[in-house]
C-alpha cells in the first residue's frame, strides 16, 4: 500500500480528499445520522476531529458528490438534493465580553447572506438567524443544514471570571434558541464542542435534541479505531512497536468502540518518537487548580465512578471535578454498572500519556514549584529499578522536603491528610510506570502497589500526628499482601511510611524485602 501524506491540522474535507492524505471513512455515521434523525448533539475533547467532520457532513448535504467517490455513502444519497448550509464556529479567536461574542454572532452571520445571496431586515441576533434560515429555504428548495462548531467555547475560554461566563452562556442560548422555532425549515442540526453543559442552561427549548456524546454506535465517530490504524496507516506501522502504540495513544472510550486521538497518532506516524503530543497542546491550568482547590484525592483517578447525572452537572455554577475530567478527556470509560434505579459509569485514565503527563501537572501543583517537582521526579525511576531502597528513602525525604515552606502555610490542600497520598502518588504515575492504586486483595487494600519487571514495591501511607508509630509497614504484613504478587518470582518490597501532620514532613519510613 502506497504512503500517503499525514493530515496534521487538516480540517477540511475537501483538501484532504483531493490533496492525497491519508482519510478515515467516517461517512457511514454521518449517513446514519442524517437519516434517523434530525437534532444531534456531540461532545469530544479537543483535537478529536470533531471540525472535520461537520465539515463532512456540510459537503455531504451541499451535495458535492465527487468529494465522496468510493466512500460509504456514495451510492446511498441522492446527490440531485443541495441543501443550504450555515455553519456557525466558535474556534477561532477568544471572546472577552458579551458584546465581543454579539459582534462575532452578526459578523457569521452578515457571512452566511453574502455568501447564500440572502438579505436579512431584522437586525437583532435571534431575528436575524431565524430569518436566514428561512429565506435560505426559500432561495434554494432545500430545507437549510444548521452545524455548529466549539459551541462553548466563548464560555470555556472564561470559566475562570463566573459573570463573564455567563453573560456568553445567556448570549449562545439568544442564538441556539432559534433553531426550534425553524422546525420547519431545517432539515438537519448538528451542535459539537468540548464540553457537555446542561441542555437547561444552554439549549432551553431544544428538548429534541439528541445527545450521542455516551451513545455505543457513536463511540468512533470522532478518532482512529484499531481497525483504521492497521488497514488505513498500514503503510506508516512498518518499523514501530504497536503495542507500545497501543499503551500509549490508545483507550478512549464512550462505551463502544476504543479510539485513538487523531493528532496524537498522526503526529508520533510524522516523528516516530513516543511523546504527550496532544497533552503537550493544552496544559490544563484550570483543571489542576479545581483539583487542587477541591482536595481532590488522586489515587482516584485510577478508578472513578461517577453517575450520568454527576458527569453532566457541568455548569458556569457547578463544575463536579469528575465532570472536567471526563469532558476534557483525562479520563474515560472502562464500564458501567446498575445501581439500584441508577447508572455508574467506571472512569479512569485512557492511555498511558494522558496517566503521566496529567500527573506531572499534578504533582508541580500541589508541590507548588515546577523546577523542583521535576528534578526529584527524574531521580525516581533509577532507585525503583535498580531496589536501592536506602537511596529510595532519603529520595522521599527530598520529595517532601522540597515543598517551599509557603506553600504548607498558605495552602488549604496542603491540610488535609489525602495530600501527602496524593503528591507521592502523583510522583510515581509522572513516570508512567505500571502501578495500582488502592490494589485490592483478599485480605484489603494495598494503598499503592508498583509493578517493575525486576521487582514489586507495596506502599502503605498513615498519617501521625508527631511520632512514627511503625502501624504502615505492621499492616503490610498483617494483611499479607504480599500472597497476592509471590507467584510473580520477583523480589517484592514492603514500603511503611509514615507522614507527621504536625511537622508536615516524613517521620517514619520502613522496608521490608520479601526474596
Not at 460509504?72 to 471572546?95: M, N, Q, T
Not at 441576533?125 to 462548531?149: M, N, S, W
Not at 503526529?267 to 482536595?295: A, K, M, N, S
Not at 454498572?337 to 500541589?366: F, H, T, W
Request: hydrophobic content about 40%; some cysteine.
Amino acid at each position: 500500500m502506497k504512503r500517503k501524506k499525514l493530515p496534521i491540522g487538516i480540517q477540511t474535507f475537501r483538501d484532504i480528499r483531493e490533496g492525497g492524505y491519508y482519510y478515515v471513512d467516517k461517512t457511514a455515521f454521518a449517513h446514519r445520522l442524517a437519516t434517523t434523525g434530525k437534532y444531534y448533539f456531540l461532545s469530544r475533547p479537543r483535537r478529536f476531529g470533531k471540525s472535520l467532520f461537520l465539515d463532512t457532513l456540510a459537503e455531504l448535504f451541499a451535495g458535492n458528490e465527487p468529494l465522496f467517490r468510493g466512500l460509504y455513502c456514495h451510492d446511498k444519497w441522492d446527490w440531485a438534493k443541495k441543501h443550504p448550509v450555515i455553519r456557525i464556529s466558535f474556534a477561532e479567536g477568544r471572546l472577552e465580553s458579551r458584546e465581543q461574542l454579539d459582534e462575532r454572532i452578526r459578523e457569521l452571520l452578515d457571512n452566511h447572506q453574502r455568501s447564500l445571496g440572502i438579505h436579512c431586515e431584522h437586525r437583532s441576533i435571534p431575528g436575524c438567524f431565524g430569518e436566514l434560515i428561512e429565506r435560505a429555504t426559500q432561495k434554494y428548495g432545500q430545507r437549510a443544514v444548521v452545524l455548529v462548531d466549539e459551541y462553548d467555547k466563548p464560555i470555556l475560554d472564561n470559566l475562570t471570571d463566573p459573570e463573564v461566563a455567563r453573560a456568553m452562556r445567556e448570549g449562545l442560548r439568544n442564538l441556539y434558541s432559534v433553531i426550534k422555532g425553524q422546525d420547519a425549515h431545517i432539515q438537519f442540526a448538528f451542535l459539537t464542542g468540548v464540553s457537555k453543559f446542561s441542555k437547561v442552561s444552554i439549549f432551553s427549548g431544544l428538548n429534541n435534541l439528541r445527545d450521542i456524546t455516551v451513545s455505543a454506535e457513536y463511540s468512533a465517530i470522532c478518532g482512529y479505531t484499531e481497525a483504521d490504524v492497521d488497514t488505513v496507516f498500514s503503510p506508516e506501522l512498518e518499523g514501530l512497536d504497536r503495542q507500545a502504540i497501543r499503551d500509549w495513544y490508545n483507550g478512549y472510550n464512550w462505551l463502544g468502540d476504543s479510539v485513538y486521538n487523531p493528532f496524537d497518532l498522526l503526529l508520533f506516524f510524522q516523528e516516530r518518537v513516543f511523546r504527550p503530543y496532544w497533552f503537550e497542546t493544552g496544559t490544563p491550568t484550570f483543571l489542576i487548580d479545581v483539583l487542587t482547590q477541591r482536595r481532590f484525592f488522586t489515587p482516584r483517578l485510577e478508578k472513578v465512578f461517577a453517575s450520568e447525572a454527576l458527569l453532566s452537572a457541568f455548569d458556569v455554577e457547578r463544575l463536579a471535578p469528575e465532570a472536567l475530567l471526563w469532558q476534557t478527556g483525562y479520563l474515560t470509560f472502562h464500564g458501567q454498572r446498575q445501581v439500584g434505579a441508577r447508572i455508574e459509569y467506571q472512569l479512569s485514565y485512557p492511555n498511558l500519556e494522558v496517566e503521566a503527563s496529567l500527573n506531572d501537572a499534578l504533582l508541580k501543583g500541589l508541590m507548588g514549584d515546577e523546577s523542583q517537582a521535576e528534578a526529584v521526579t527524574s531521580r525516581l525511576y533509577a532507585v525503583l529499578q535498580e531496589g536501592a531502597l536506602d537511596e529510595l528513602h532519603r529520595h522521599i525525604d527530598s520529595l517532601y522536603a522540597a515543598i517551599p515552606h509557603d506553600w504548607y502555610r498558605n495552602n488549604p490542600i496542603a491540610q488535609y491528610e489525602g495530600y501527602w497520598a496524593s503528591v507521592f502518588y502523583s510522583h510515581i504515575a509522572a513516570l508512567g510506570l505500571d502501578l495500582i492504586a488502592e490494589d485490592v486483595t483478599s485480605q484489603g487494600r494495598i494503598d499503592l502497589t508498583v509493578k517493575l519487571p525486576e521487582r514489586i514495591y507495596l506502599f502503605e501511607f498513615k498519617v501521625v500526628e508527631l511520632e512514627p508509630e511503625g502501624k504502615a509497614l505492621a499492616q503490610l504484613k498483617t494483611k499479607d499482601y504480599a500472597a497476592k504478587y509471590r507467584a510473580a518470582g520477583v523480589p517484592i518490597h514492603l514500603v511503611g511510611i509514615e507522614f507527621s501532620r504536625d511537622s508536615r514532613r516524613v517521620v517514619g519510613l520502613e522496608v521490608e524485602t520479601l526474596a
